[in-house]
């Protein structure tokens, strides 16, 4: 999907109003939730699943 939005912009300049800036906001947002194969993952269960583990170890 990322590929197919970053070929709409063929020049990649920032012209107003293109809509190029508020996509790649977008594309740096969406990054942080990213696993490690690089796809969106559920963030809410990773974290607490880390939550649990840390709560484990501390005993």
Known sequence: MIQHIEDSFPDKTMKNGSGYKHFKRWKY?????????????????????????YQNCRG
């Open 29 to 53: 947002g969406i990054t942080l939730h990213y696993d490690l194969d690089e796809k969106v993952g559920n963030s809410a269960q990773r974290n607490f699943d880390e939550f649990y583990s």
